[in-house]
């Protein structure tokens, strides 16, 4: 688990690209005070290889890199936050944080996700819409859209 200032400080979060590091900085900026910690790119699931028939230990690692990947989950200390992040809100994002909620929630049953929304640079009011529909937040860049469209 990293501390906010440890976060803020990477060059890039782990497995993350530039633009996704760029809107989780600027939203740890905003919200991560409140926050016990944070981890970046959390596997959940049980993961499913292509080739069942791979030897050990290739199976293995075929199995732990099919696995889903939560893009930021935020420690309180009676639960976590999940966030997924995305140049632009858009229906799989909305799909994949339901998902991680659900896989996380199995995964872990002793860490309830408490809220969970989308980290993002473009949000239109279809999917703003959608997003309160379906009880996620919406956290949205807009001074950052130049920095997705460069990477």
């Known amino acids: 688990m990293y501390s906010l200032q440890e976060a ?3 060059p890039r979060l782990p497995a993350a690209l530039a633009s996704e590091t760029a809107l989780v900085k600027a939203w740890l900026t905003d919200h991560g005070a409140k ?19 791979l030897p050990e230990p290739y199976l293995s690692m075929a199995i732990e890199n099919s696995k889903r990947m ?9 639960g ?13 994002s909305v ?4 998902s991680y ?14 809220a969970a929304g989308v980290i993002c640079a473009l ?3 279809d999917m703003r819409f959608v997003l309160d529909s379906e009880g996620l937040s919406a956290f949205v ?7 997705i469209r460069r990477t």
């Open 8 to 10: 803020l400080a990477l």
């Open 35 to 53: 926050y016990r910690g944070f981890d970046f790119n959390v596997k959940v699931g049980h993961g499913v290889p292509l080739n069942a028939n």
């Open 101 to 114: 909620r659900y896989l996380w929630e199995r995964d872990h049953p002793q860490v309830p996700v408490l």
């Open 70 to 78: 939560i893009d930021v989950v935020a420690y309180w200390s009676v």
């Open 95 to 98: 799909g994949q944080v339901r």
């Open 80 to 92: 976590i936050d999940l966030h997924e992040v995305k140049g632009r809100g858009d229906p799989c």
């Open 123 to 125: 949000l239109d009011e």
């Open 141 to 147: 860049y807009p001074q950052l859209v130049d920095v």
